[in-house]
């Protein structure tokens, strides 16, 4: 017994051993997460009361060390923002407060912020930041009466401010300057004065006489090439002109000298960067600079830019994430619904996709009735709505459709034949012609040509490119057959032999099958 009683107690002293052991091994991890927790807190809590006492150096430094150990926090931010606005260097408050409601707050303390920002831009009247901030403080406290009428009165005027973009690349913020005129005569007095050459380049470029421009500007880098403005203005021209490498090239020497607190040169440069890269289809590098832009100022120009890109790569679900996320802006929600129907139509919602591009162009209507000179933003969907027009055979309507946008370099030869094609069946057979010409290894617009030159006439030109869309495409010999265009020479022996033999290929009693329709051409892409 007195064995059994000591082997028991020895176990009793084990277990009592391990629980105490587990015990003690939770108090240390409490102990060490209070600990941890009380010193992250620390830099807060000695910021606040630097801040209370209006010590606000001190202040800033403790509350951005707290910052550097706590990047999800926006606490601290809030109150930085109130340190520079007590300071009035209301940039940087306004940068503090939009850096906390993108972390982590109490619903109060966003609601504060939100307010400071929509405050502070309805003030600059710059209405799009209002509706867009506001927009999101009404998501989240949908109650805010005065937030509402500020959005509501933001919007009227909004509206009655905007004006369709001309060009789709950054929009700079212009003062008001000379004419080109009254600034030549100035020049002419006192060649050597920089300020009069910098005005004048910015006055070519508003007027679009971008080579003049360019010719000021490229002298005044050379001669200062540290000077932000001219190589940023420099830089912008250059997309313009679409010199596409010569501009990131020069932008990329002036982005990282840019100081943060300049908040709006950076964003453009970056933008414009994103623009170039853009336009030579690096879709990549384009996001990459799209993102830096939105980083550097939350605007919905990245936002469309990113949206085009997703859909340019077939990306269509991100498209339509990033789109909705820019219409919560409430600016430009034509060119972004624009993209969303685009994206419908990729994913195979053709009738709702084309009904919102129709809605679309019916508003550009209103406004331009005659429909001319569309700013290069909407060309992809007036360009996918004229093609849809071209092949339901609403030739005039997409002859007038086509004539509004101008497309880039990777659109021209698609633009061209269905260009050509609404012109043959306008019957303007001569400039159908002078667009096909230009489209080369392509059967269908080869097969055009025979029908235009068909049309005027000349059959020894059909016959010849009759051959060559056939060399492409040999199913376009049975089309040939059946052709209506080319009734008018099958009563000539060597036209019918032509077709029969293929151009002497094959022995004409061979009889041809499955013939293609007309119908099957309007579904063909110019390939």
Known sequence: MPGRYRQNLRRSYVTDFLNLAKLLSGVAVLCFFFTSSALLSADLKDGKKAYSRKDYTEALKQFQKYNDNNPSSGEAWMYMGYIYESRKDYTKSIQAFKKAVTLNLPKKDLVNCYTKIILYYNYHREYGEVIAYANRLLKIAPDLNHIQKIRAAAEEKHSGASRPQKIPLPQEVEEEQETVSSLEKKLNKDPNNKNIKWQLSLAYYNEKEFRKSETILAELVKDEPENLEYGYKYGALLVRLGKYDDALATLAKIEPKIPSEKEKLLYFTHLTQAAAFHKKRNFEEATKY??????????????????????????????????????????????????????????????????????????????????????????????????????????????????????????????????????????????????????????????????????????????????????????????????????????????????????????????????????????????
């Open 290 to 527: 799209y993102r830096k832009a939105y980083a550097n100022k939350q605007t919905v120009l990245p936002l469309i830019g990113i949206t085009k890109i997703k859909w340019q790569v077939k990306d269509c679900e991100n498209a339509i994430k990033t789109a909705e996320k820019a219409l919560e802006f409430g600016e430009k929600t034509r060119e972004i619904k624009m993209y969303v129907a685009l994206c419908k139509i990729q994913g195979g919602k053709k009738e709702e996709g084309y009904d919102t591009l129709k809605e679309i162009a019916s508003a550009i209507e209103k406004e331009n009735p005659k429909f001319q000179n569309l700013p290069e933003v909407y060309n992809d969907g007036i360009l996918k709505l004229a093609r849809y027009y071209t092949n339901t055979g609403d030739y005039e309507k997409a002859l007038r459709y086509f004539k509004s946008v101008e497309p880039d370099e990777e659109e021209e030869r698609e633009y061209r034949f269905y260009l050509g094609k609404a012109y043959y069946y306008t019957g303007s057979v001569e400039k159908a012609i002078t667009l096909l010409e230009k489209i080369e290894n392509s059967a269908n617009a080869f097969y055009l040509l025979a029908k235009c030159q068909a049309r005027l006439g000349n059959m020894d030109a059909t016959m010849s490119y009759i051959k060559k869309a056939a060399d492409l495409n040999s199913s376009l010999w049975i089309s040939a057959i059946k052709e209506k265009e080319f009734i008018k020479f099958k009563e000539n022996e060597p036209f019918r032999q032509f077709l029969e033999t293929r151009s002497g290929t094959r022995s004409p009693k061979n009889e041809p099958e499955n013939p293609r329709s007309e119908e099957s051409e309007k579904d063909d892409s110019d390939r």
